[in-house]
Each structure stands twice: as structure tokens, then as C-alpha cells.
């Protein structure tokens, strides 16, 4: 939204709230008074009443003027799960500030109560994504009661036409270890683990505890290198993802998103076998994100 430009549609709405309703009738009621009275003290009141109207009207425009909103997507959205939505809110006024603004998205709303001139703040607005797969964002407004709260002046915020991805939605699962270990339908074998003797050497990757780098072999390279150790409780296991049942797929998709979850958060090494592709261990063990993608977008 540029300085003279309020929305995405370049025009701002107005309602009265149930103050303004009584006010209004107030002011109506004084009118016809002083029409059928010709009382002079009965045409100030409702002359000065009529001034309240402009006024507000004219203030709560400057009020909603200049406002820049840019919205700031959350890396990992999951659908059904509150996700929070970071909006920058910029006054580009150059001497006037905005008062008592509050962002709207679908009936969730963030209350900012003074915004400097050419100053930007940050609010988290939370929202839920119904379905998986590419949705658009949700419709946000912008309104303010300034002045005097008889009137709710709104607009509608332009977040473009970009879209996020949504995972699919995830359940809370509890992992029988003795299941695996006795072979439920998973495959298992050893895997890497930082707790026994020394199983590899390999090159480091972000997000990685420091307190492993093999610093003689990281000297000898010149590149940060990591010891990787044995560990006997981290098993090896495979998630078959076949579905059958068109009218179970939105299930399944939902078991299987929270099953790898759950396994890498017990330091499993999981294989996902899909009916059109693998991930193997390594792909999954640096991020769970491309299964999430493709279960997102699996139709």
C-alpha cells in the first residue's frame, strides 16, 4: 500500500459500531428538534454533532493512510495446526502517526495501539490452513475506530497473489521401540549415532553439534569435518507409503506424516518408499522436509 493508496482495491469501507448507531440517532433526533423548534441552542448542538461525523471520518483516512504492511511466511506450515503469520507494519507518513490499528485475519486479530511516523513494527497474527498442498494466504484486513470509536474504517490488506505450501496435518504418536525391534512390518538394521566407538568421518553440515568435528582430520582437509559414532539404541527403518483407498488417503497421508516425525525425533534413520520415488536416509536425515513436500502434493 503506497501513501495514497488505502487497500488493495484502492478504497476503504465503513460501519458503524453500536456506538456510532446511538449517536447517529442522537444527532437525527436533535436535527428534527431544532427544525421543529427553530431553537437556535438546538441548531449549535447538532451543527457541532455533524462536525463529529466529519471529523471522524476525515481522521480515521489520515489514520489508515501510508500504512505499508508486508507479510513474512512461516518456513513450516501444517495444515489444521495455528500457524503464526509475521507482519511488518510500516507508517510512511512522514509527520503523522496512526493510532489504534488492528490486523484482522479471519477473526483473529492483533490490536497496535500507537505507530510512529517512519517507524515499523512487527506483529504475529496466528492462522489455521485447512487442507495440504498450495493454499493462498488467508484474507486480512486493517480497521481502526480512531477517533472517537463510533465508526469501523477498514481496508483490505494486498498480500499479492503468492502462495505457501501446507504439510499435511500431524498427529501426536508414541513410538514402541519393542515393536520395531521385533519387527512390525519395518525394516531395521544399525545405524549412526554419537554415543559408542567411531564409525565415520564425514563432511560437516549446518545445524550440526560443533562438539563432534574431528579437528586433526579438519586440519589435515582444511574443511570442517565430523566424527560419526556407533549407537546401538538408533535403529534403521523403512515407511512403505502405498495407498490403496482413495477414501482413506487424507488418513494415511496424516499417519504417515506424523509416523516420520515421531521416528526422527527417537534418532531413527528412516527410508521412505513411495510408489513413484525413494528418500533415503540421507536425504531425510538432513530434513524431513522434501517427504513432507511430496505427501503435501501427493494427489
Not at 438546538?42 to 505499508?68: H, K
Not at 512461516?74 to 507482519?87: C, Q, S
Amino acid at each position: 500500500m503506497k501513501s495514497l493508496k488505502l487497500g488493495r482495491d484502492n478504497w476503504a469501507r465503513t460501519r458503524p459500531t453500536k456506538e456510532g448507531i446511538t449517536f447517529l440517532g442522537l444527532t437525527f433526533f436533535v436535527g428534527f428538534a431544532a427544525l421543529n423548534t427553530g431553537n437556535n441552542l438546538l441548531y449549535l448542538i447538532f451543527g457541532m454533532m455533524l462536525s463529529f461525523i466529519a471529523a471522524s471520518g476525515i481522521m480515521s483516512m489520515i489514520n489508515l493512510s501510508g500504512i505499508e504492511i508486508k507479510i513474512s511466511p512461516p518456513e513450516d506450515v501444517f495444515a489444521l495446526i495455528p500457524t503464526p503469520l509475521r507482519f511488518s507494519v510500516r507508517n510512511l507518513k512522514i509527520l503523522i502517526p496512526s493510532y489504534s490499528l488492528t490486523i484482522d485475519v479471519e477473526g483473529r486479530r492483533v490490536f497496535l495501539s500507537y505507530l510512529p511516523p517512519k517507524v515499523t513494527r512487527t506483529i504475529t497474527v496466528r492462522s489455521i490452513f485447512k487442507k495440504r498442498g498450495w493454499n493462498k494466504f488467508p484474507q486480512a484486513i486493517l480497521f481502526t475506530k480512531f477517533p472517537f470509536g463510533f465508526f469501523k474504517k477498514w481496508i483490505r490488506i494486498d498480500l499479492g497473489n503468492e502462495e505457501i505450501l501446507v504439510y499435511p496435518r500431524v498427529e501426536k504418536l508414541t513410538i514402541d521401540k519393542d515393536a520395531f525391534q521385533q519387527g512390525s512390518g519395518k525394516k531395521e538394521s544399525e545405524s549412526l549415532g554419537f554415543d559408542g566407538d567411531l564409525r565415520s568421518i564425514r563432511a560437516y553440515h549446518e545445524g550440526d553439534n560443533p562438539k563432534f568435528i574431528h579437528w586433526r582430520t579438519t586440519a589435515k582437509i582444511g574443511e570442517l569435518m565430523l566424527r560419526e559414532l556407533q549407537d546401538d539404541e538408533s535403529k534403521r527403518v523403512t515407511i512403505e507409503f502405498n495407498p490403496k483407498d482413495r477414501a482413506k488417503l487424507e488418513r494415511e497421508i496424516t499417519y504417515t506424516a506424523s509416523l516420520l516425525l515421531a521416528l526422527l525425533e527417537c534418532n531413527y534413520e528412516v527410508e521412505f518408499i513411495a510408489p513413484d520415488r525413494t528418500f533415503s536416509p540421507a536425504q531425510i536425515g538432513r530434513s524431513p522436509r522434501p517427504v513432507l513436500r511430496y505427501l503435501a502434493l501427493f494427489n
